[in-house]
Every structure is written in structure tokens, then in C-alpha cells.
């Protein structure tokens, strides 16, 4: 089956399986989650951020799993992963937005610099147009905390970064006003940003408080603490 448990070897064969999508997607899991230093793991997955595969609901397998699976593995590689920036940066074009946010987190969680420019690019025409909902469909235009957050991970703190990511302090979403927060707060290290986070731990949905939580752990703010 292919969530039982497998070792390394295993995984690295399943992954090679591009006729069965469920096998890919746990191997892909599996080598990312046990942090695989074989020298087969990056190229495999590499190839498997280049499969595009339309949803199958029978199968529980959602539009390019595999591809999905492959950028969040990469992610968590790190110095290992770096042959596969130029693959994620390729992905950020992705029609598909599930995949541009799989490959926005992968690049964040690698520090990848190269990805600042085009991480900004995405998010340049502001909360009115990236941040907007698309027509049918609970979505944004673009996956705005995914790039939010890995512009805040990767850490260039330059004028130009900071004038992209403020506007979306503005947003009527609370998860995307978490987002842009912890990633300025993280840039620039400015109690404000904290303070807002904080204000959201008090919000009335769930998801928001968590995320509120999550965003002050992830940007390591200690004045948070009492109040958490």
C-alpha cells in the first residue's frame, strides 16, 4: 500500500513509478519528511515537479499531487535542494496555484534570494489585483501568504521589498494581514508588526488565532510570549 511504511530505497523506486500518481505522492512525502541525502532524491524530484496531471477525484489525487508533493519535499532539503531553485523559480509561472504556493513555500524554506525578484513580480499590482478573489472560487488571484511568508523567510529586507509587502497589511483577510505582518516583522524587526499579530490572537475564527500563533512563532518575536 502506499502509505505503509517503506524505506529509502523504496521511496526512491516509487518515485520512479510515473504511472501510479499515489505511489509518487507518498514517496515524495517520505523523502522530504526523512530529510533524504541520496544522491538520486533531488533529480527524482525534480522530474516529478515537472509532471502535470489533471485532479482525479476517484482517486483522491488532487491536480498535480505529484508536483506539489515534489516542490514541499524540495523545501525541506535545504543546502542539498539548491540545484532545484532554478525548477521552483520555473513553477512560480504555473497555471496551476496550488503548485506556484507549494514552490513559493519550497523557496522560502530555502532561503533562495534568487527568488525575491519574482516572488515581488507576483505580488506587485497590490491586494487589488494579486490579492483580489478569483470570479467562482474561494482563491485569491495568487497565493499571497505563501509568497508573503517566503519573502519574509528569505530575508532580503531592501526598500523595494518592504514597499511590495505593506499594502497587504490593508487586506480584508485576516490570514493575508498575518502573513504580510510576520514577514515585515521579520524584515525589519519592528514591535508594530508583532503588536498586530498579537491583536489577531484575539480574533473570533479559529484559523486566524492559529495562524496569528503560528506567524509570531515563526518570526521568533519574544514579546508575544505572555500574551500567547
Request: net charge neutral; proline share 8%.
Amino acid at each position: 500500500m502506499a502509505g505503509d511504511p517503506i524505506t529509502e530505497p523504496e521511496a526512491l523506486r516509487r518515485l520512479r513509478l510515473t504511472d501510479d500518481p499515489s505511489a509518487q505522492y507518498y514517496a515524495a512525502w517520505w523523502l522530504g519528511r526523512n530529510r533524504s541525502t541520496h544522491p538520486d532524491t533531488v533529480p527524482l524530484l525534480q522530474q516529478a515537479l515537472r509532471q502535470r496531471r489533471p485532479r482525479d477525484p476517484g482517486a483522491g489525487v488532487e491536480e498535480n499531487a505529484v508536483a506539489r508533493n515534489a516542490a514541499r519535499a524540495l523545501g525541506k532539503l535545504g543546502a542539498s535542494a539548491t540545484a532545484a531553485i532554478p525548477d521552483l523559480l520555473a513553477t512560480l509561472d504555473d497555471a496551476d496555484p496550488g503548485l506556484r504556493e507549494a514552490a513559493a513555500r519550497a523557496l522560502g524554506d530555502l532561503r533562495a534570494e534568487a527568488a525575491v525578484a519574482p516572488l515581488m513580480a507576483r505580488l506587485a499590482s497590490g491586494p487589488a489585483v494579486a490579492g483580489a478573489q478569483e470570479p467562482g472560487t474561494p482563491r485569491l488571484q495568487e497565493p499571497c501568504d505563501a509568497l508573503l511568508e517566503a519573502l519574509g523567510q528569505i530575508g532580503v529586507a531592501d526598500a523595494a521589498v518592504l514597499a511590495v509587502i505593506r499594502p497587504f497589511v490593508g487586506h480584508e483577510r485576516p490570514l493575508i494581514r498575518s502573513a504580510a505582518c510576520r514577514a515585515l516583522l521579520q524584515l525589519t524587526g519592528e514591535a508594530h508588526w508583532g503588536e498586530q499579530l498579537v491583536a489577531l490572537l484575539q480574533h473570533q475564527q479559529l484559523q486566524v488565532r492559529r495562524a496569528a500563533l503560528m506567524d509570531l512563532g515563526a518570526a521568533g518575536w519574544r514579546p508575544a510570549l505572555e500574551p500567547i
